[in-house]
């Protein structure tokens, strides 16, 4: 499967993520109703004017297209049709999350309905795992196969910058600290500086 993302993140607070995919596959959606044209090119942005720093839309994208590309049981499409996203997109992450979660029950995906709702509840507990969802969002759009997790509730920003760092070291995507800090700098959540 090829991916082709396109990140852009300008200064009047816009973010937009766009995403192809070339392949649809996926035998937990009938065939005969796989909304594969709706899934093959789809555009979503986000506008937070209440955020100047962009954090929020940050975020926003991130638990999105996570959740939709899962490396847990293989490429998970849910965006169909009749999930309808106004432009401009106002949201907070729990409302994002709550679409998400009625469209996996809508498809009887059940496992990965689980998988958002216990990623949800990690959020609401500590900002950081935004960050861990963001790492793992890079780690899917780059093609790989794994997932970082952790089950650290309370934890020094640096250690956990740490942590991530390490595994997309190990995984050839980062070549230094100074690329993951340049990277996640650009989206505003990186604590450490190069």
Known sequence: ?????S???????L????FRLDEITNSNIDQEDSH?????YHTLTWVNAASPNGKKIAFIAPVFLVRCLSPVTGPAYVLPPSCELP???????PSLCHILLNELQRLGMMKRYEELKNTLELIKQNWLKEKLVLA?????MSGGNYWIYSDQSTCDDNVLD????????????LHSEIDACVFFSH???WSTTP
């Open 7 to 13: 990140i852009t993140s300008p200064d009047n607070y």
């Open 1 to 5: 499967m090829r991916k082709e993302i």
């Open 162 to 173: 740490s942590e991530i760092t390490s595994c997309l070291q190990a995984h050839g995507h």
């Open 87 to 93: 432009e401009p997109f106002t949201t907070d992450i």
């Open 136 to 140: 793992n969002w890079y780690l899917l």
């Open 187 to 189: 989206f505003g959540c």
């Open 15 to 18: 973010a937009t993520i766009q």
């Open 36 to 40: 594969e044209e709706t899934l093959r």
